[in-house]
């Protein structure tokens, strides 16, 4: 499985960036796809996460800013980003879990970079 994000940029506080990810390879039907930030100095974390039943969950900070949506039939998940801030700085990945085996494998995809300043 791979997955290729892209959509980053730079923009300033105030504005604007969608972000997509494409899976490829070995998709189950069951899964969920997610977007993670990194900021510099700090530690991974969850943004937004699609489930292929259809549930959505945002992590607080951006609630009402970000939405989370997905093309099951392309393996495609994107965030629409408004309202940015300087703190929505970082690198941002998606991820793809799935089950086999009895258990859940995560893959990631290479980062891209959302840079929020005036």
């Known amino acids: 499985v791979q997955l290729q994000a892209s959509g980053g940029g730079s923009v300033q506080p105030g504005g604007s960036l969608n972000l997509s990810c494409t899976a490829s390879?070995?998709?189950?039907?069951?899964?969920?796809m997610s977007w993670y930030r990194q900021a510099p100095g700090k530690q991974r974390d969850l943004v937004a996460s699609?489930?292929?039943?259809?549930?959505?969950l945002y992590v607080d900070s951006v609630k009402g800013r970000f939405t989370i949506s997905r093309d099951s039939a392309n393996n495609t998940v994107y965030l629409q980003m408004t309202s940015l801030k300087p703190e929505d700085t970082a690198v941002y990945y998606c991820?793809?879990?799935?089950w086999g085996g009895g258990k859940r494998v995560d893959y990631w995809g290479k980062g891209t970079l959302v840079t929020v300043s005036s």
């Open positions: 991820l793809l879990g799935q």
């Open positions: 390879g070995s998709i189950f039907s069951i899964n969920i």
């Open positions: 699609a489930g292929s039943g259809g549930y959505t």
